[in-house]
């Protein structure tokens, strides 16, 4: 800065103005400084500005996966809200992995992240007192903390699938499966006992053999799918426990001569123009990502509450074919 | 480091080495430095090694919306080459707005990462060149750098929109119409570019209302194929020049009485199981993520040739169904 101030022929002062855009400087002037910015490559360095203040502008965003639509859709709301608040955004995929998860968020805090947006892997968030306790903030979504007490932004998982089989039930069906994520997942556990709830009010049985939990792959929901639909009791409509499960529910459904029922957990893209569409529990992906990153900027900015918050997004059913095909007679 | 030294009684340089992972400590030791740390609520902090250090190990990506699947897709693959080599990733969307690109690039530049990865929305980047020759490593993707000499990854657009229409030739089709991006895009330059080398190759004529360049908005994907519809000499058949313009023609397409054959440029997701199978033009969304990383890294590494490099990915022409859909007789 003071060579740019030299060759400009002008103050410290001045050049700071112009770097950052602060008024009181004559255009004549500032291109003059912009000129020797030019000249000499002047590169603007934020990090000792940032070890002198507490701020780094930059917030850590933890997902499971940027590449699955849900959480990319997610991604881009805190990202926006993130930007209307000047700060940078982190992100890392945790695949799942709780070591993962942990690594990407201690390594956001090294890099003295303000604060931290994490859809957690693992069921231990102990590993975050000492950053929180430093001022670093934290507000989990889509999955509560695990032995920490925390913000959280959750959708009503259990509200959604006991939705989508109370309109499976409303439509005729007795014998309704469910598929869902690894159990050890709390969106799993939730939508699990979401299914079993309804069927429990309207006094209709659970066989074991009517609900498999475990991982999202075509290969695993095709062998599920494939026994539900094959034992002395099929099963003649399906709750699908997330957007990768519908999508292989679609492909394998769609195949066979007899129709079964359809609700998937969570919208996509072109479930309306499939045949026969498909009707969805929507949850709100950007809401729960707008939701958990502006509670981040309020505790921030020191106006929320010290409790921890706990916010539910509601679902929606939208009913578009695939759910009211009616159980074969 | 030296309070948790001083409570644990051991030196300096064993707590650096418990807090680096680093052999020759003993695990009774690790143990008791690992209390004082948990005690003393100690974190690691990189900045002050960061402004030591040349390297920060933090790479930026500058997309046009994270929220895409293509981009979502490409940016999981350059955050897995980025966590293979040690890197954090900085992501940020552009929205397709030159000056959000600037100012998050530069902001990525003034928190010193090592190196970018930048889908461009605009086209001139000399804005780059105090960072470029500061040592920042820049890649670009999807798209080339406007008036700059970089390297650069992109698709084989003009050829992947040529192997389209060929495609629909081959089917009997005469009159073929193209809806693509904004025309100042490079790669909606590039596939209109291709899409007119196929007809002329053809002797085939391309009449002005047979393509249309624009946002791609579904109301104006939707104009421009209606207007393309109901001309005295209608198209038989569409090349979609993006995913989002697919995905409106078929909501269109599918909904009329007279079948109009299309192929859409980019696979995406339950193309297969859509009645009919959308054919494709399948870009790999990954592959341009993961050869723009491992390009970064060799530069950062010093193993690439000092000369900026062009790499052009192949595209796969995908035969699912809508493509084979002959003209009415």
């Not at 890392?92 to 690594?103: L, T, V």
């Not at 539900?228 to 099929?234: A, C, N, Y």
Request: negative net charge; aromatic residues 4%; charged residues 25%.
């Amino acid at each position: 800065m003071k060579d740019v101030a030299a060759r400009a022929g002008v103050g410290l002062k001045t050049v700071s103005r112009v770097v950052n855009e602060e008024p009181g400087v004559t255009p004549e002037t500032s291109a003059r400084v912009q000129a020797a910015i030019d000249a000499l490559g002047f590169r603007r360095n934020d990090s000792a500005r940032l070890l002198r203040t507490r701020r780094t502008a930059s917030v850590g965003l933890v997902l499971e996966d940027v590449a699955d639509p849900f959480y990319a859709a997610l991604s881009r709301a805190v990202e926006d809200v993130a930007r209307a608040h000047g700060a940078l955004l982190f992100t890392g995929s945790s695949a799942e992995d709780p070591r993962r998860e942990q690594e990407l968020v201690l390594a956001f805090c090294a890099r003295r992240v303000d604060g931290l947006v994490v859809v957690p892997a693992g069921d231990d968030h102990r590993y975050l007192l000492p950053e929180i306790a430093a001022g670093v903030a934290t507000v989990f979504v889509d999955r509560p903390a695990g032995r920490l007490d925390a913000d959280v932004v959750l959708t009503d998982n259990a509200g959604g699938t006991r939705l989508g089989v109370e309109h499976l039930i409303a439509h005729g069906h007795r014998r309704i499966g469910f598929i869902g994520d690894q159990p050890g997942i709390h969106t799993a556990g939730e939508r699990l006992r979401g299914y079993r709830a309804a069927m429990e009010a309207a006094g209709l049985p659970v066989r074991p053999e009517w609900y498999a939990m475990g991982p999202t792959t075509p290969e695993r929901v095709r062998a599920a799918l494939d026994a539900m639909l094959s034992g002395p009791e099929p099963v003649t409509a399906l709750l699908a426990g997330n957007n990768r499960v519908t999508v292989t529910a679609v492909r394998v459904l769609w195949n066979r001569p007899d129709p079964v029922a359809l609700v998937g957990f969570d919208d996509f893209e072109l479930a309306d123009v499939l045949d026969p569409p498909v009707t969805v529990v929507a949850q709100d992906a950007p809401g729960l990502g707008r939701a958990a990153a502006q509670q981040l900027f309020r505790r921030l900015d020191g106006i929320a509450p010290e409790e921890p918050s706990r916010v539910e997004l509601p679902v929606r059913l939208i009913a578009r074919g695939s759910g009211e095909i009616p159980p074969p007679r």
